[in-house]
């Protein structure tokens, strides 16, 4: 006669649970996290003209005045300039040093990573205080100066991100190029880049993003002429307060929130 197996009792699943638990217990977290940015949202089409908790009516004037403001709008064109080109510099700069401090072994090595990363823990007015001190020496002000101190700031992120991507990578798949051919540069472009792109691209978001809405070295490098959206909140908050700051405030998370989320789609499409 046939052997006849009673049916195995099904065991529950550990990690949905788990991932519930983690779920409740990260929903507190973020809501202490974006509130204050989703605050403002409202506020920003509020009737009156002050901002005030809970906003007063709906209205679209102060995006209508931000629209027509050649002051804002040129503030806004110099942080995306700055963003755009810090973010560039940022990559050109951090992609090799993160290569170079994951897969290869040279003296000082810890060292250098440590000074890399220094502007991620020192204070920001700390490092916007010694840049104005340098940059006024070297007379660097405005558009170069900003790209400059931006760039510095963006490098240790998009050295981290390249690191743990490159860490990932077989040397094995390295040697392989090699022996079959390819040079240090090929290999790198044909066999390592492709495989620290996820890296090189959150990086990269980071840089943007840390660029887009900075203000206190901002404030210090910046002048009246050329003056970005963060740096005019700022200077129109200390004046006079209106839900225009409201309105440019929204434009600023909005744009953050969005590239944020494209990085995550891009990641989910990956796997």
Known sequence: ??????????????????GLVTSFLMAPILIILLAPSLIVIPMSFTKIPILSWPPSGFSLEWY?????????????????????????????LGVPAGVSLALRQWPGKQFVLSLVI????????????????????????????????????????????TMSSARQINPVLLRASRSLGAGPVSTFFRVTLPMISPGVVSGAV??????????????????????????????????????????????????????????????????
Do not use: C
């Open 1 to 18: 006669m046939p052997r006849t197996t009673e049916p195995q009792a099904r065991r529950p699943d550990h990690r949905n649970f788990g």
């Open 64 to 92: 209508i005045r931000l629209l027509n403001s050649p002051e804002w709008l040129v503030a806004l064109r110099h942080s995306l300039e700055v963003a755009a080109l810090s973010t560039l510099f940022a990559v050109l």
């Open 118 to 161: 220094t502007p991620l823990v020192v204070p920001t007015i700390v490092v916007a205080i010694g840049m104005y001190k340098i940059y006024a020496w070297l007379g660097l002000f405005d558009w170069s100066g900003l790209v400059a101190a931006h760039t510095m700031i963006g490098v240790p992120l998009v050295v981290v991100t």
């Open 206 to 271: 980071f840089a943007f993003v840390s660029s887009w809405d900075e203000v206190v070295i901002a404030k210090f490098l910046s002048s009246p002429t050329y003056e970005t959206a963060p740096v005019r909140m700022w200077a129109q908050i200390t004046e006079r307060v209106d839900p225009t700051v409201a309105a440019v405030s929204s434009i600023l998370f909005a744009a953050a929130l969005l590239l944020m989320i494209a990085l995550m789609v891009r990641e989910r499409i990956r796997r």
